[in-house]
């Protein structure tokens, strides 16, 4: 049996905290992938924001242990791709002590330094260059961006195999002429633990009505006018029946309350905060109405698997490889416009067949687990 070490950009000393450091894609597969994969022991290599617990070894449940790689001082603005690149220099020693012979990266900061000789799977979180939008913006800098299309293409070149969620992943490792060792598997949830349930939440147990639901990072990449915009034409047609819960944090929230605010619509909507505890996510998701995907640019959103999984009907921008892979117009429905008149019409279609109960969700972690443990045990 062999060692495996899963690298990302996730504070994993506080998966299921409001302290964490983590939101998004990557972290939504890893905590769907990881009941099932099989290693004699499991390293989760991440960020921490506590010093003294860099490159400690921390118990976390069983066989699966923490080794925090990257150190993110509180209130730093050095953005955390740069930490990782810097501190991720040391992640071979780090390997070699621990007896790993196995990476599932999910990260290319850090797995940018590997050398060869173990087995590397590199999970591709989307096409669209990491740096487009950073919140950053100097970050944006054209050079910037061509030196992160140069440190993905290295984890291309360099790993046993890729996974590509979309399309768009898989067309850029075969420019690579990776395509012979590339698989195309989207992302994948856990039905286990993502299934429709009607226990109330206590988080937004305090709103009547239809709820419109964003789950994510509140961050310019993911378009919240367009969610806004929608809901107030939504409360248009409808008065006074629809609430906006916006589930997750960043920096873009004061820019998108002062948007609403001058929109004069704040009392339309719910700014819940992010919710770690999956339990509760599930709680959320069954009891919304719509999950809206507003965004510039994804790769496959978890969010809308975890919604499906809950029997709540998306509708989202035509972005990453929804409209290829997920949408059905049953379940899910993907606007090619980001028009909010438009999406408020994909909206009361929804609602007009809600009645309906939607098929099985297609992508379990418990299947894709099968073709990955066989990777990683080679």
């Known amino acids: 049996m062999h060692n495996l070490a899963i690298l990302a950009l996730d504070d994993f000393e506080h998966y299921s905290s409001t302290e964490s450091l983590s939101m998004g894609g990557a972290t939504g597969v890893i ?21 003294e617990n860099l490159y400690k070894v921390i118990p976390y449940h069983a066989n699966i242990f923490i080794i925090p790689v990257i150190y993110t001082p509180p209130e730093t603005v050095i953005p955390v791709r740069i930490l990782a690149i810097w501190y991720s220099r040391k992640i071979n020693s780090i390997l070699k002590k621990h007896h790993i012979t196995s990476v599932y990266s999910h990260a290319e900061e850090i797995s940018f330094w590997l050398k060869p000789g ?7 979180h989307g096409g669209a260059n990491a ?46 002429k990776a395509g012979p060792k590339t698989m195309l598997i989207p992302n994948f949830v856990d039905t286990g633990i993502f299934y429709e349930d009607e226990t109330p939440s206590p988080v937004i147990q305090h709103i009547k009505g239809e709820i419109l639901l964003f789950v994510g990072r509140i961050e310019e990449v993911k378009g919240l006018e367009l969610f806004a915009d929608t809901l107030i034409e939504m409360n248009r047609r409808d008065p006074g029946s629809w609430t906006g819960v916006l589930v997750g944090r960043g920096t873009y929230q004061p820019v998108i309350e002062k948007y609403i605010r001058e929109k004069s619509a704040s009392d339309q909507f719910f700014f819940a905060g992010p919710v770690f505890r999956q339990d509760e996510l599930r709680k959320i998701y069954s009891r919304a109405s719509i999950l809206m995907i507003s965004s510039h640019f994804e790769g496959i ?33 993907v606007n090619d416009s980001r028009d909010p008149v438009q999406f408020a019409d994909i909206a009361a279609g929804i609602m007009k067949n809600r009645e309906k109960k939607h098929p099985a969700v297609r992508f379990s972690s418990k299947e894709a687990s099968v073709i990955i443990n066989e990777i990683l045990s080679k």
């Open 31 to 51: 905590k769907s992938i990881l009941p099932y994969l099989s290693a004699e022991r499991i390293f989760l290599l991440g960020i921490t924001s506590v010093r």
């Open 118 to 124: 173990i087995t590397i799977l590199y999970h591709m």
């Open 131 to 176: 740096i487009v939008k950073a919140k950053n913006r100097y970050l944006r800098l054209a050079f910037i961006q061509r030196l992160w299309e140069y440190v993905r293409s290295r984890n291309i070149k360099k790993a046993t195999r890729v996974i590509a969620i979309d399309a768009f992943c898989y067309d850029i490792a075969e420019k690579q």
């Open 301 to 333: 959103p978890m969010v809308i698997l975890e919604a499906l999984a809950c029997q709540t009907p998306v509708m989202a921008t035509n972005v990453g490889g929804i409209k290829k892979l997920v949408a059905d117009n049953a379940t899910c429905f």
